[in-house]
């Protein structure tokens, strides 16, 4: 795999199941909850069709139409329509450590600031330490508790910063 065959790209219908793959093995292979988080968002098996609307947008990473991660932007549910939140970032193993998840979560930064978002949101798990690493590195700043209404109770890190 070279990095002239991979590629991020806007998510498209027939990336759902492959990404569903992705997205649920990570919280196997990192021991998070599953109950309370994006493993059992009703989206989770249908990413193409939760991301079609005007204030949202979800990315992949392809390899050649292997679907190796993700990442989306959203309006954060029930707070200031200013806030946006990045979802469901998530990398298969074969690309992680690459600089393929800063480029796509990069990506993610500018959509949210080209749909007119004022600051960005995002929630984690204490175990995902590489991705906490990037979103502090990128000026993100840690909260106390959570924002808005995404009903993952089982994520023990919320992080925002201005756009």
């Excluded at 759902?16 to 994006?38: D, K, W, Y």
């Excluded at 993100?140 to 910063?161: D, E």
Aim: a negative charge; proline letters at 4%; glycine letters at 10%.
């Amino acid at each position: 795999m070279s990095k002239d065959t991979i590629l991020i790209r806007k998510i498209e219908p027939n990336d759902n199941a492959q990404l569903e793959q992705v997205i649920r093995a990570c919280f196997h292979e990192f021991e998070i909850p599953l109950e309370g988080t994006a493993y059992t968002d009703k989206e989770t098996p249908r990413m193409y069709e939760s991301y079609q609307n005007d204030t949202d947008v979800y990315f992949v990473i392809d390899a050649d139409g292997e679907i190796l991660g993700g990442g989306g932007v959203k309006p954060l549910k029930d707070f200031e329509t200013e806030v946006c939140e990045i979802q469901k970032m998530y990398f298969s193993p074969k690309v992680r450590g690459k600089g393929y998840g800063r480029a796509l979560f990069e990506t993610c930064l500018e959509a949210a600031k080209s749909l007119g978002y004022k600051k960005c949101y995002l929630e984690s798990a204490p175990q995902l330490k590489a991705a906490i690493h990037i979103y502090e590195s990128h000026g993100f700043k840690h909260l106390k508790g959570a924002l808005g209404n995404t009903g993952h109770f089982s994520c023990g890190v919320w992080m925002v910063k201005d756009l």
